[in-house]
């Protein structure tokens, strides 16, 4: 009975010994503790061990049981040891191997010169007001004072979606728009996209952007015009720009102007920027004609304003010296990283 035990116990320490999974040591467990254990079943023959001598086997047997129970501890706790350093050893950072790397964009030229002329606008307290794209002729021409038959609308030719219904081709409807509401005074800039059927070429796309303003109070001048668009050319191209009006017709303002800025590349000498002359070209202008007004349900006796247009493109042109439009529509990676 005891070499039994003995070789019951040596086994069972050897197989230990020799394990090298969790899974292993509670085979082991089992095989010999377990309720069919091998410990177990020499407890179940007992009864043919002599009662004097029982006490003493049910020591041995118990003592057995101890030792392979303290050993399957030991076992499991250094395995788990392992385990833990070889995951630790696994998921070390070599902080040496080059970063992983993060491809993050960047606003488009045209969305940059928004943005800034936004913000000047905002700062002097307007309003940014948005407005359809696919348009009533009632409100692309029409209410802007440009009748059916009249030769402005060759120069802003667009597409007909049909008799009525036009792409615009100006942001002034949203002004006409907003007059409509009759919640006055009105000081606004209408950003968006507007179509000509234009062909493309270096300074022509038969879509772009315009910002449109508008303001609109009792007793609005020409001098506040002036002093307006003024500001707003020295936010733009710095504090040294001068801006001259220059007589101009549209036909949804009277009197109207075309503004140029002195060429912010050669200060207003002349060079090949502003091809000598000192000045650039920049927008277009005027005071809203009576019949504008009119024709929004606002009273030109109360009332007058003032209306300007800009080029979102020509910003982003001259602002980035860029010589042609059809870069800002290409999408070339290599282009538009350069901003
Ligand atoms: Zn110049």
Known sequence: M????????????????????????????????????????????????????????????????????????????????????????????????????????????????????????????????????????????????IPKNHPARDEQDTFYINDNIVLRSQTSPVQVRTMEQGRLPIRMIAPGRVFRSDEVDATHSPSFHQIEGLVIDKNITFADLKGTLADFAKELFGPETKVKFRPHHFPFTEPSAEVDVTCFKCGGSGCRFCKGSGWIEILGCGMVHPNVLRMSGIDPDEYSGFAFGVGLERIALLKYEIDDMRLLYENDIRFLRQF
């Open 2 to 145: 005891k070499d039994q035990l003995e070789k019951i116990k040596e086994d069972a320490l050897k197989q230990i010994e020799a394990s090298d999974a969790l899974e292993k040591l509670n085979e082991i467990r089992v095989a010999y503790l377990g309720k069919k254990g091998e410990l177990t079943s020499v407890l179940k023959s007992m009864k043919d061990v002599p009662p004097e001598e029982r006490p003493k086997v049910g020591q041995m047997v118990n003592d057995a049981r101890a030792i392979i129970e303290n050993r399957l501890e030991e076992a499991k706790a250094s395995l788990a040891k392992k385990a833990r350093e070889e995951q630790i050893r696994r998921e070390t950072i070599d902080v040496t191997l080059p970063a992983k790397r993060n491809n993050v964009g960047h606003s488009h030229p045209n969305t940059i010169a928004l943005e800034e002329v936004e913000r000047i606008f905002v700062g002097m307290g307007y309003e940014v007001v948005e407005g359809p794209e696919v348009e009533y002729d009632l409100y692309n021409f029409e209410k802007l004072n």
